[in-house]
């Protein structure tokens, strides 16, 4: 690849807007020793990462092709407590999208495939209106796709390709291909079809051939074929610091989206390789890190080019699927790759990859927000009636559903959403937002009287929520 067409991506990158306000490094910052910054991130997890509810999580630093750093903290699977390694396998989530861009992009290369191809070209059984989506609109995120479609099936079941298209082809645009920049997880699960289609292989296989083999990913490849005494088992984490363990779901339903595990160590080996220049050509690796069109400014194709907090180019994307989570970045201008894979949802808001790549930089990152409070409105939780059922319950770290009983009558709050009222059914159960309503909320009492949480059905769907205060 030639280094000029690489420098010209680079400068693309660092053209974009800074979305994260901090200093630049200050002159004469020294990169810390391994050794310093292994103490340094190793306090950070302990401190700030491990206490929210992350059972495990696993970090690679490199730099200029170096290992800085290859360690993993807490358990894999906290029922066995079997500790998680730098062995151990995550499932990378979005972040897989990359490997399907770059999939994809080899196969243009190649003559296979064009950019401006239409879809319906080369997948069948798609509305009408899906036919001229360009495989550019689903590589950026403007085909005007829903972001997700419903399968209707368990999520253990194996669907096909084909299926899962037919399942997607139910929904409509919901923006004309071509104008608006909207993540949709449909549009890669068509490109995650269409790699298999032009292959004539699963795309497992596809990936182990082109990706996986030829750089010596040991560990990378399809998560329904890694070995279960290597891969970490997926969590949800609450605010109160607890995990409670969720369900996967099977590989084929999140083809070309998702799906895919490896370690922290082979995404840094990965990164190495890809940003340079071992898998695609000089003018594939422009197109999948410069931004253009409707999706100027935001996005690639599997990637985010963006500034880094200290001003340099920053190449990220993160990831959550099935109980992890995960964030990646390669700083370009440092040479510098960074991991973190968690197996547990949701990820951290803050940029940990930044966060982690300032300090191997030699940099201060500011202080990490602490953990928030959960405070209970303690006017509406008093009164005869059922002040058992009154407390904060969680779907996720963050996404709290505050139930209070108010004037006789229960109600329940989102964070950030309006109070709804909660109307006795028979039992536990009550229906959300009036009588006539077909979303139902049955609150779980143990044997012992107390409650432990309640379970919302909407349109067939169940979400369990833990009681936490």
Not at 270 to 298: C, D
């Amino acid at each position: 690849m030639k280094n000029t067409s690489r420098a010209l991506a680079v400068a693309a990158v660092a053209a974009l807007p800074v979305r994260a306000a901090a200093a630049q490094l200050p002159a004469g910052t020294t990169p810390p020793t391994a050794e310093v910054l292994a103490a340094r991130i190793d306090s950070v997890v302990k401190a700030d990462l491990l206490p929210r509810g992350f059972p495990s999580v696993s970090i690679a630093v490199t730099r200029g092709g170096r290992p800085l750093l290859e360690r993993a903290w807490g358990v894999a699977d906290v029922a066995t407590g079997r500790k998680a390694e730098p062995t151990t396998t995550y499932n990378i989530g979005s972040m897989a999208k990359q490997f399907t861009a770059a999939l994809v992009l080899k196969l243009v290369e190649r003559g296979r495939l064009s950019l401006t191809d239409p879809v319906g070209r080369h997948l069948k059984g798609l509305p009408p209106e899906w036919n001229a989506i360009t495989i550019e609109q689903l590589l950026n995120h403007t085909s005007g796709l829903a972001r997700d479609f419903a399968t209707g099936r368990p999520e253990t079941d194996v669907v096909p390709g084909d299926s899962l298209v037919a399942m997607a082809a139910r929904d409509t645009l919901v923006t004309k291909p071509g104008t608006t920049f909207a993540y949709s997880n449909t549009g890669y699960m068509l490109l995650g079809v269409l790699v298999e289609k032009v292959h004539g292989r699963p795309y497992g296989v596809v990936l182990r051939d082109e990706i996986a083999r030829p750089l010596g990913l040991t560990s990378l490849g399809w998560c329904e074929s890694v070995a279960r005494n290597r891969a970490a088992t997926g969590y949800l984490r609450s605010s109160d610091g607890r995990a409670a363990p969720r369900g996967a779901t099977h590989a084929s339903q999140d083809i070309g989206a998702s799906a895919i595990c490896a370690t922290a160590s082979d995404i840094a080996t990965w990164n190495q390789a890809l940003h340079g220049g071992r898998v695609l050509s000089a003018a594939s690796y422009a197109a999948m890190t410069t931004p253009r069109g409707a999706a100027t400014g935001r996005y690639g194709f599997g990637l985010v080019p963006r500034k880094a907090p200290w001003g340099a180019p920053a190449i990220v994307h993160d990831g959550e699927d099935s109980g992890f989570s995960s964030h990646n970045a390669w700083f370009p201008a440092e040479s510098l790759s960074v991991t973190l894979l968690y197996n547990a949802l949701p990820r951290l808001e803050a940029s940990m990859a930044d966060f982690v790549g300032l300090i191997a930089l030699g940099g201060s990152p500011r202080p990490i927000a602490p953990m928030p409070r959960i405070e209970l409105p303690v006017a509406a939780t008093q009164g005869a009636g059922r002040p058992p059922l009154v407390g904060a319950y969680e779907l996720a770290a963050g996404r709290l559903f505050i139930v209070t009983f108010e004037d006789g009558s229960l109600y329940v709050t989102p964070t950030g959403g309006a109070r709804q009222p909660l109307v006795l059914q028979s039992g536990t159960t009550y229906t959300l937002g009036g009588p006539q309503s077909t979303t139902t909320v049955t609150f779980r009492v143990d044997a012992s009287g107390v409650v432990t949480g309640f379970v919302a059905r909407s349109n067939g769907v169940d979400r369990e929520l833990r009681k936490i205060r």
